[in-house]
């Protein structure tokens, strides 16, 4: 329940804040670690993790240490000059991720729409499509970001409604099936863009052969394929890259993997929970086309962000994230399901990045969240019906099993209720 305290802090964001959002009711003001505080001092687990983007957990005492030490040295300066933290920070991108080069940004949305923009100076440049003809395939349900262009190929109605006129040259095929890229794909095709697993959309995990098949299909028509990894990228799904799931049976090295992808996007966990860092990544033969002056931002690849993005990424190893990811996903799993709830009709997910699909003859998504935050869980319904449950990666055993404690409560107090 909101008290005095809570609803001015609300009242005032709502008062002189565009209401694009529509949060839980709850106002937080501090957090360590898997746990978060509110202006009262009540603790919760946080199982949001900031949308994915607070993997290495609230306030990483290293993570501080850099930020602290890098801000008091040298945090921005533009790219009108070269820093000492650039290189040693792309350096360790293409070693860690297996790609040759990446183009620092700071948003997901604007590593998007630099994925966007190379894949077509990549088709006209090199693969010599007409003049203004390109087109990118993209997947019914995606979600990859805000801006004008990328709304432009979202087919969720309110984030597009009124925001037109809309950037052309994407067509949308169903997720999931790789036949229906093959048959989209004609000789103005440039490239084809999908997440490995759709987020937003509800945790949505394409069958298991999809991603090798739309490798091969690319491949076979020289048509770039570009995974939007922002969200299920760097250990979330239990391995580095969601698509290295397509191994099966093997532990090649990421830049081995004969699925990688011609491009890759990163954002949120980059950035270590503290800073907007995002990335693209791609080969030579992409990223040699983009010339000075054709592309930029001021903050992108500045030298707190490089400073945090290369710690963040070395900390998936010495913390053993995507090891923790793996092995506590599989618990979580398999302890919702073992809670045989008839609330639950199914749990998607990989590693600590789960959706729960609620059945709604018992209670709404958005109710559901709001029980969990009364039980000190903080989550989130995407859509109506499904619950994301994305606590940061260094959640221990004992913190997770107290959260999934108290997720059985709320689910038997609803089944009581509906009994
Ligand atoms: C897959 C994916 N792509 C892109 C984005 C956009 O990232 P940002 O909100 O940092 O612009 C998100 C954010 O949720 C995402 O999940």
């Known amino acids: 329940m909101l008290d005095d305290i809570q609803k001015k802090y609300i009242k005032k964001e709502s008062n002189y804040g565009a209401e694009n959002y529509k949060p839980l009711p709850v106002v937080l003001s501090k957090a360590k670690g898997v746990w978060a505080w509110d202006v009262n001092n009540n603790k919760y687990l946080d199982m949001m993790s900031g ?53 620092p940004m700071n948003s997901g949305a604007e590593a998007v729409e630099t994925a966007i923009k190379s894949a077509r100076r990549w088709a006209y440049r ?112 239990g391995k580095l890259f969601a698509f290295q799931h397509a191994c099966t049976g093997c532990d090649c090295a990421v830049n081995e993997c004969k699925w990688q992808p011609d491009g890759l996007i990163l954002g949120k966990a980059l950035g270590g929970g503290f800073i907007p860092v995002s990335c693209f990544l791609s080969t030579k033969e992409v990223l040699r086309n983009m010339s000075p002056g054709s592309h930029g931002s001021t903050f992108g690849g500045n030298p707190l962000a490089s400073a945090i993005g290369k710690r963040s990424l070395e900390l998936l190893y010495e913390d053993n994230l995507i090891e923790n990811s793996r092995i506590m996903g ?65 959640i221990t055993e004992e913190e997770l099993s107290w959260g999934i404690d108290k997720i059985s409560t709320v689910l038997k107090k609803v089944e009581k209720v509906a009994a």
């Open 330 to 394: 599989d618990y979580f799993k398999q302890s919702l399901l073992n809670l045989n709830s008839k609330i639950i009709k199914e749990v998607r997910g990989k590693g600590l990045w789960l959706g729960v699909e609620i059945d709604p003859k018992y209670i709404s998504g958005k109710d559901l969240s709001l029980m969990c935050l009364d039980h000190g869980i903080l989550c989130k319904e995407t859509h109506e019906t499904t619950i994301r449950y994305a606590p940061p990666l260094i």
């Open 126 to 237: 090199v693969k010599k499509i007409k003049p203004n003809t390109a087109e990118i395939i993209v997947a019914a349900g995606n979600f990859h970001g805000r801006t004008t262009t990328i709304i432009s190929f979202s087919d969720e109605g309110n984030a597009k409604d009124d925001f037109g006129p809309l950037t052309p040259g994407f067509i949308t095929v169903k997720y999931g099936c790789a036949d229906s890229i093959e048959n989209a794909i004609n000789e103005n095709t440039a490239a084809v863009l999908i997440e490995p697993i759709q987020g937003e959309a509800g945790i949505i995990v394409p069958p298991e052969n999809y991603l090798p098949k739309v490798r091969e299909i690319c491949t076979k028509h020289n048509v770039l394929m570009i995974l939007d990894e922002i969200q299920s990228g760097l250990g979330r799904t």
């Open 51 to 103: 949308y994915s983007a607070v993997s290495h957990g609230h306030a990483h005492p290293e993570l501080l240490k850099v930020f602290h030490e890098q801000s008091a040295k040298l945090s921005l300066t533009s790219r009108a000059f070269h820093t000492d933290q650039l290189g040693p920070y792309l350096e360790t991108l293409s070693k860690i991720s297996g790609f040759e080069m990446a183009l």
